[in-house]
Nanobody, 122 residues
Framework: QVQLVESGGGLVQAGGSLRLSCVASGRTFGNYAMGWFRQAPGKEREFVGCISWSGGSSDYADPVKGRFTIARDNAKNTVYLQMNSLKPEDTAVYFC???????????????WGQGTQVTVSS
């Protein structure tokens, strides 16, 4: 089992930045690729980005490319989502997830956090 806890969400004005953190406990964090997803009210959960177990490769959804960056620190069992140039349409609950591969598909991830709310005001 892997337990994931997100933090760092909040209210920010458009154009601002936030950094989300996801701390893992349980099985070896470094064995897993980590993904970030988000879900806005009334919408399906969507892929934001992911990073490989080593941190050597990553992938991002088109709406966030160039604005969001994922990094991980395996020594701290933590993955980060740095969000810059935030837009109102980035408003959502953000989830981190652990899986064997960096994938855009949410069903490829085995473990999920409870989510953290990000609200971007215009």
């Amino acid at each position: 089992q892997v337990q994931l806890v997100e933090s760092g969400g909040g209210l920010v004005q458009a154009g601002g930045s936030l950094r989300l953190s996801c701390v893992a406990s349980g099985r070896t964090f470094g064995n897993y690729a980590m993904g970030w997803f988000r879900q806005a009210p009334g919408k399906e959960r969507e892929f934001v980005g992911c990073i490989s177990w080593s941190g050597g490769s990553s992938d991002y959804a088109d709406p966030v490319k160039g604005r969001f960056t994922i990094a991980r620190d395996n020594a701290k069992n933590t993955v980060y989502l740095q969000m810059n140039s935030l837009k109102p349409e980035d408003t959502a609950v953000y989830f981190c997830a652990a899986g064997l591969l960096c994938s855009t598909r949410h069903d490829m991830y085995y473990y999920w956090g409870q989510g953290t709310q990000v609200t971007v005001s215009s």
